[in-house]
């Protein structure tokens, strides 16, 4: 028995895996065929993706780190059935604090200390921002997915309003609004084996931001109080759990993992405030940690796979005159085919046949 | 104030308010029929570049352009529909899904089209005549409603068909059905994916138009980011309005105000930000939010509203 | 007459299980067919198929002698059939008229004629003597009244046919006599009526046939007159059921729970609870009775702590604990076994032992420092899958994948771990077959005989009758009545359960 089940699990988990593949491959091949149908190079988005895995994995990285930490902070939020569209404005506000707290920062001040210094600056005001909604959700009852689609603009003009005003830096041209360089003492470094590209050790922190997250969901008495104010809030009140609790407490996580991105974003990479700097990360995110199934672990894997297509379609406009865009395409054409709850009816037969109840991505 | 510039920041509140109220209309169907339609946003992204590319490839007519953006706009959302209804796609992540590919495809064809980046203009495009209504016109403050684009009157009548529709007709009565419960609507005999499938395509086609509206009225070029969140302003919009086509309606003129009043300051020359004065109407929006799931809320409890009988055999 | 439906040699498989196996069945017009099995033995399956919900793999169905392919609810419904579910396929915000008219209305200039409706249906309930009120919103309406409309809303369509699907599990004793009548009425018109139920008194009364079904198959089919309660019984269970469970004498220690004097709201704000006391003492079952909707629920929740009373004290093992959150009093020595399963009891998405370990998730040995002993959580659910008897392999399997049995055995295990002063046990056997009813039966009499307390709900006044010791009878959030353990049979209970009486002194009208 105890063989059969760790098959049907083998099995299962191939399954998944399986499908996210096929609807890469989809979204490939239609992605493809319109650069055929547009008379460009058809190829160019698939080579993209591939030098982006082994000649310039620098770029992938770089991309990869955003991407990987947006996962995250959406897979948090999901597993208690909670849906934070607002990892923009809260990664804004994270580049905002992490802005303000480095500038004031001075020169003479240790690299560790000013970079601990700002991240938690920056952690605190994304998660004070995914408060918002996150309240309004547990006392109002306001539904979070229209409070923080809306509080994202809020937040980017807030930023807006920040680098043409109070931090902006003098010395910059009139087309430029950003704030003033940052000093070096408050970058975060480079991986120096990836000079000159700005990947950056972001990256490492998105990686134990991710252990961290395994482990609270599968190892601690939290991670279960998630998954069962997810699966059923009243069953989580009823068996004395406090749901309205875990969703501030989750929502708040969420934030504050927005909240490093900003400040990798404007420590690492840009080393300035920058009037729209994010290139919606937080949108991305939602298709990293579906495609990933919401596990931390494959949210790495797949935050590399985006990486590596963002960082291809970037390469791949430089060189040729294909444009990016495309890879929004296929990110957005894997985003709508996961949405949708089929499998392949002959598979899902077999599935339903040979092990417990298999579900199929949300 | 003078009573012109009264006048004045009405008749920019109306302008402005035309594309939500567009999509608002639709988008409140969708509400009644169940589906949570926040792709009013990328729709009316491919409307107003559709209607730019028809408008450049006729040579100018800005007429094909509002008929080829509803056209297009209702392509589009078939697209939508058919993962809503067919595959029976979380609505949230197929309409987030439908924004993110309205921006690529845009940003893309923009490109593969036109070669250009970030925005773009037709060679020609003969605008349309504003329409004056005579009477009107010349009476203070009533006139802002003259001197408005034949789009805002259709926006305008199209209030009063969508409220028959919604509660006069047999088409109304079943969407509603749906809504409140798809099971129940199918023993009844209804088809809930049928009506589905009406709803988002109206919502397409209306979205397209406020697309367009903003492309080739409001202003004469595409640019990537013109919808500038009115799509999830005008969802805002039908969820505070109750998905009422007459309150939510007027809810998008409320909208139009924060916007225009908005536009007065800047004009006037106060000393406050334009990127905060851009934040009204989201702030406006937030506050909405909150006050219509307050009362919501309240609703359900019983404090307020809702007539309540004994029940008693 | 003529024979309306026949539906001949059915078979549905689904994944792995075969629903129907080569069922027929037939029902002439006037005539009265009773189709009765207990959970899961294929009735609805069947009856979804002749309403278009599904189509069988295997099998003929003919309407009036010409054979039909149904593929849809509106195909069912432009032939003649008209199906009153189980579960109301009512929209609660719209009203009363747009309910019934939905999908059917007359038009006049592509406008609702709302005149011609009101006239149509105005004379259905006048024929058939189900009045209702067509301009209310169907939530504010009484069960029976819901139930009147769905009926009227199969003969506005037309309905030559009418399937009803467990119609007098809602209702009060008067109401299901009253449904009776409607029905007799309807068969005197000419009226084809499949009844589904599982009351076996019931079908004596009213059908001219009967069909058992059990797992599938036809087990019995005969005409009423040659029928006998016990017989159908035993067709449906396939075996004798010994419902009569030994018991140690009555001998009640001292009070485990005592509620004073509570007042509270229900989820629309309405007074759902007004002025309940009663007391639980250790060694006895103490049974609520009542319709549903009169304040059990909300009895519930206020004992169990999630529903704060707007008046009144809960008194638990001597200690006040009416501020005490659920943690509190699920520690302190209470456990509950919800009367939805589904919507609070369990989480069908989440592993067998996701739903095991809720007690203990977060204690220790289970969990240290908020860390949790995976293997510990293992060994307490594979161990309490064993003792409880749960059909599965282990625990690592969804929740989902168990069938209600089995899955209320779940709930009562982790429950029962707890080792409880006080069980809660809300409608303890809805939707589970005869085998587990009495095993779960068997269950909460060990509790009683163990000397803890037991306080019982349920819709089932002959699960009131068979276990209590002491039994309440609540009406619109009041106890009307409190009898010992034989002291009334089910007519006087009733009585009370529809608020017509009230023990000592009569019940003032309101």
Redesign the interface.
């Known amino acids: 028995m105890m063989k059969n089940k760790g098959n049907n699990r083998i099995l299962s988990a191939a399954g998944v895996v399986g499908r996210q593949a096929g609807l890469i491959i989809i979204a490939l091949l239609l992605a493809t065929l319109f650069l055929a149908v547009s008379g460009y190079e058809p190829l160019a988005i698939i080579n993209g993706i591939i030098d982006g895995l082994t000649l310039d994995i620098a770029g992938t990285i770089r991309w990869a780190t955003p991407l990987i930490l947006a996962g995250l902070a959406i897979c948090v939020t999901y597993k208690a059935e909670v849906f934070n569209l607002g990892v923009d404005g809260q990664l804004y506000m994270g580049a905002a604090a992490a802005t303000a707290v480095a500038v004031n920062i001075p020169k003479s001040m240790n690299q560790a200390a000013s970079l601990v210094l700002i991240f938690l600056a920056a952690m605190a005001a994304g998660a004070l921002f995914a408060m918002i909604p996150a309240l309004m959700k547990v006392y109002l009852n306001t539904n979070e997915v229209v409070s923080t689609l809306l509080l994202n603009f809020i937040a980017a003009l807030y930023i807006e309003y920040l680098v043409i005003g109070p931090l902006r830096d003098p010395e910059a041209g009139t087309n430029l609004n950003a704030s003033a360089v940052l000093n070096e003492n408050t970058w975060l470094p480079r991986i120096s084996f990836f000079e000159p590209s700005s990947a950056n050790i972001g990256f490492y922190i998105a990686i134990v931001v991710m252990i961290i997250l395994t482990f609270v969901f599968f190892r601690t008495a939290f991670g279960h109080e998630i998954k069962i104010v997810g699966a059923n809030p009243t069953l989580a009140k009823y068996a004395g759990m406090k749901p309205k609790k875990t969703i501030l407490q989750v929502m708040a996580m969420s934030g504050a993992i927005a909240g490093i991105i900003g400040a990798v974003e404007v420590t690492a990479v840009q080393h300035r405030l920058l009037a729209g700097f994010n290139p919606d990360f937080g949108f991305d995110g939602i298709v990293v940690s579906l495609l990933a199934n919401n596990n931390p672990i494959g949210v790495l894997f797949s935050g590399i796979f985006f990486g590596a297509l963002k960082n291809g379609g970037i390469n791949m406009e430089r060189i040729t005159d294909v444009p990016s865009a495309v890879t929004d395409i296929v990110t957005s054409i894997i985003f709508i085919t996961i949405s949708a709850k089929f499998v392949l009816p002959k598979l899902k037969r077999k599935l339903a046949g040979k092990t417990p109840a298999n579900e199929g991505g949300k | 104030m003078s009573i012109a510039v009264i006048s004045d920041t009405l008749a920019s509140m109306i302008r402005i308010a035309t594309p939500l109220m567009l999509m608002a209309l639709g988008g409140l169907l969708c509400q009644r029929a169940g589906v949570f339609n926040i792709a009013l946003e990328g729709f009316s992204l491919v409307g107003a570049f559709a209607a730019i590319a028809v408008v450049q490839y006729t040579g100018g007519s800005v007429w094909a352009g509002l008929i080829g953006a509803m056209l297009i706009g209702t392509i589009y959302s078939a697209l939508f529909a058919l993962f809503v209804t067919k595959f029976k796609a979380d609505n949230i992540i197929a309409s987030i899904a439908m924004n993110t590919l309205g921006a690529g495809l845009t940003s893309y064809l923009l490109r593969a089209m036109f070669g250009v980046q970030g925005a773009y203009s037709p060679d020609q495009i003969h605008k349309l005549a504003m329409i004056h209504i005579p009477v009107i016109k010349d009476i203070p403050i009533l006139n802002c409603i003259s001197g408005q684009s034949i789009v805002t009157y259709f926006a305008i009548i199209l209030i009063v068909v969508i409220y028959v529709m919604l509660f006069k007709t047999k088409m109304g009565l079943a969407i509603c059905a749906v809504g409140e419960s798809e099971v129940a609507a199918k023993t009844a005999g209804i088809r809930p994916a049928l009506i589905k499938w009406q709803v988002v395509l109206i919502s397409g086609a209306l979205s397209g138009l406020a697309g367009a509206y903003l492309s080739t009225i409001s202003v004469s070029q595409f640019s990537e980011d013109m919808i500038q969140g009115r799509g999830f302003n005008a969802f805002t919009a039908l969820v505070f309005g109750n998905a009422h086509p007459i309150f939510s309606s007027l809810v998008t003129l409320m909208f139009g105000f924060a916007d225009a009043i908005g536009i007065r300051i800047e004009l006037v020359g106060m000393n406050i930000s334009p990127s905060i004065i851009k934040m009204f109407p989201f702030l406006f929006a937030i506050v909405a939010l909150a006050i219509s799931s307050y009362t919501t809320k309240l609703k359900v409890k019983g404090v307020i509203g809702h007539k309540q009988r004994k029940v008693k055999e | 007459m003529a024979v309306a439906v026949e539906m001949l040699n059915i078979s549905k498989f689904f994944?792995?299980v075969v629903a129907n196996d080569d069922v027929s069945l037939s029902v002439k017009e006037g005539e009265i067919l009773g189709l009765i099995g207990e959970n899961g033995a294929g009735k609805s399956t069947m009856m979804n198929m002749l309403?278009g919900?599904m189509e069988p793999d295997l099998g003929v169905i003919k309407l009036f002698g010409k054979e039909v392919r149904i593929q849809?609810?509106?195909m069912a419904?432009?032939l003649g059939i008209g199906?009153v579910?189980q579960h109301?396929?009512?929209?609660?915000?719209?009203s009363v008229l747009?309910n019934i008219?939905?999908?059917?209305?007359p038009?006049k200039n592509?406008?609702?004629d709302t005149k011609a409706a009101k006239d149509k249906i105005t004379e259905i309930m006048d024929t058939y003597d189900l009045p209702v009120k067509l301009d209310?919103k169907v939530y504010?309406?009484?069960v029976?009244e819901k139930q009147r409309v769905e009926i009227i809303?199969a003969l506005y369509?037309e309905a030559k046919v009418l399937i009803m699907d467990e119609p007098t599990a809602v209702l009060?004793p008067?109401?299901t006599d009253k449904l009776l009548d409607v029905l007799r009425l309807l068969k005197s018109k000419g009226c084809a009526i499949i009844f589904i139920t599982h009351k076996l008194r019931e079908v004596m009364a009213i059908t001219d046939k009967i069909v058992v079904m059990r797992k599938g198959l036809v087990t019995g089919s005969l005409d009423t007159a040659e029928a006998s309660t016990e017989g159908l019984s035993n067709m449906m269970v396939g075996r004798k059921v010994n419902l009569e469970i030994p018991r140690k004498d009555y001998n009640p220690d001292e009070n485990v729970l005592e509620v004073e004097a509570v007042r509270a709201l229900n989820?629309?704000?309405?007074p759902a609870l007004n002025g309940v006391s009663f007391q639980v003492a250790r060694g006895e079952v103490v049974g609520i009775a009542g319709v549903e909707g009169n304040g059990q629920t909300e009895l519930i929740e206020v004992v169990?702590g999630?529903l704060k009373p707007t008046a009144g004290q809960v008194h638990f093992k001597h200690q006040d604990i009416t501020a005490h959150?659920?943690?509190?009093?699920?520690e302190e020595g209470m456990s509950?076994i919800?009367e939805d399963r589904l919507?609070?009891?369990?989480?069908?998405?989440?592993t067998i032992r996701?739903n095991l370990?809720?007690?203990r998730?977060?204690q220790k040995p289970y969990?240290n420092g908020?860390?949790?002993d995976?293997k510990k959580l293992h060994a307490l659910s594979e161990d309490l899958c064993r003792d409880f008897e749960v059909k599965t392999?282990?625990s690592?399997?969804?929740l989902?994948?168990l069938s209600g049995g089995n899955m209320q055995k779940v709930i009562f295990a982790r429950e029962m771990e707890a080792d409880p002063d006080l069980l809660i046990a809300a409608q303890p056997t809805r939707g589970v077959d005869i085998g587990a009813i009495e095993s779960i039966h068997h269950k909460i009499i060990e509790v009683r005989d163990s000397g803890r307390g037991v306080l019982l709900v349920s819709a089932e006044l002959d699960e009131i009758l068979s276990l209590s010791d002491r039994i309440l009878v609540m009406y619109e959030g009041e106890i009307m009545a409190e009898f010992k353990r034989g002291e009334a049979d089910e007519k006087t209970i009733a009585v009370y359960m529809?608020g017509a009486k009230r023990q000592g002194g009569d019940h003032d009208e309101k």
């Open positions: 994944p792995g309403y919900m849809s609810p509106t419904i432009k199906m579910h109301f396929m009512l929209m609660p915000n719209l747009q008219i939905l999908g059917k209305a038009t592509g406008l609702i209310e504010q309406l009484s029976g809303k369509r009060t008067t109401e989820q629309r704000g309405l169990s999630m959150t659920v943690r509190q009093r699920r509950h919800p919507k609070m009891g369990s989480a069908a998405n989440c996701d370990i809720l007690n998730y977060y969990c908020g860390i949790l995976n392999p282990d690592d399997y969804k989902g994948t529809t």
